[in-house]
């Protein structure tokens, strides 16, 4: 499950700005120009198929399956992270720094990458990065000019480094969750055995998450010029875009630990009453 996890953070994904961003707001603004509401509009959706998909494929029964995943489906709701991401960067982002993210975002290149993003983000394509990420990879390191840009993005991002840190954080979480939800008692030492199994998860799964990204990558902006690729990562290596994804990182974090403590608490819970 955590695999599913790290790609529904990974991967851009998901079409379509909620309606409950109707009304102006800086941020709301901002979130829409640079297509953060079409990547997470509709997560909870993204969450319950993969959480099905993923307890089947461990062997769990249909029944069990389908309930966690429409656990899942509440607890990752695309809108209600959206609200909170936006209550977040309302408190931390500077005008300054959102009005050079909508000033990108509005220009031709930000325009086509944002384009670039949108289009990536379908099943179809999600799933063609997910069946050809060693030919995506591959391909990728045949083209070093291409490749360093995308690195720089990635650093500059925080890409690999956020889904890395989200994973860690979210395991941790669903595991205290689960303890929550069974009422065992949270001490010191439990939550230090919880952290060293999370950090070690961590190490294991970061090769593969840098993998993920990488080949994401690749295909998202396989068709846009290296030039405009450079223009990208210029802009986000700013002070003001630096700043902006940094608040995201922590706010991102934060939510989806509570989030993942959450469903961790929900599940024990739901499994405690089948027993009785």
Do not use: W
Not at 12 to 24: E, I, K, N, R, T
Not at 237 to 252: D, G, S
Not at 262 to 275: N, Q, S
């Amino acid at each position: 499950m955590t695999l599913l996890l790290a790609r529904a953070v990974c991967l851009v994904a998901l079409l379509g700005a909620p309606a409950a961003f109707a009304q102006s707001n800086p941020v709301r603004e901002m979130m829409q120009a640079s297509g953060m509401t079409e990547q997470f509009g509709d997560m909870g959706d993204e969450f319950r198929t993969g959480v099905v998909e993923t307890a089947t494929e461990q062997g769990a029964p249909k029944e069990m399956a389908e309930a966690m995943g429409e656990i899942a489906g509440r607890t990752f709701d695309g809108k209600r992270f959206l609200t909170d991401i936006e209550a977040e960067l309302t408190e931390t982002l500077s005008s300054d720094e959102i009005a050079a993210i909508k000033q990108f975002y509005g220009s031709p290149a930000g325009k086509r990458l944002k384009d670039a993003e949108v289009a990536a983000s379908t099943t179809e394509v999600r799933n063609e990065i997910s069946a050809h990420q060693a030919e995506l990879r591959a391909n990728l390191e045949k083209q070093p000019d291409r490749l360093a840009v995308l690195t720089r993005m990635d650093d500059a991002m925080l890409g690999t480094e956020l889904t890395a840190s989200v994973v860690e954080n979210m395991i941790s979480a669903v595991m205290i969750g689960t303890m929550e939800g069974q009422e065992q008692p949270v001490g010191k030492d439990a939550l230090a055995i919880v952290e060293r199994r999370a950090a070690s998860m961590r190490e294991m799964l970061l090769p593969e998450l840098r993998r993920e990204v990488r080949a994401s990558f690749a295909r998202t902006y396989r068709d846009i010029p290296l030039e405009d690729l450079k223009i990208y990562a210029d802009f986000l290596e700013t002070e003001r875009a630096k700043a902006v994804y940094a608040a995201l990182f922590a706010a991102t974090d934060d939510i989806f630990s509570a989030r993942s403590r959450e469903f961790g608490r929900a599940f024990a819970e739901m499994m405690r009453e089948k027993r009785t």
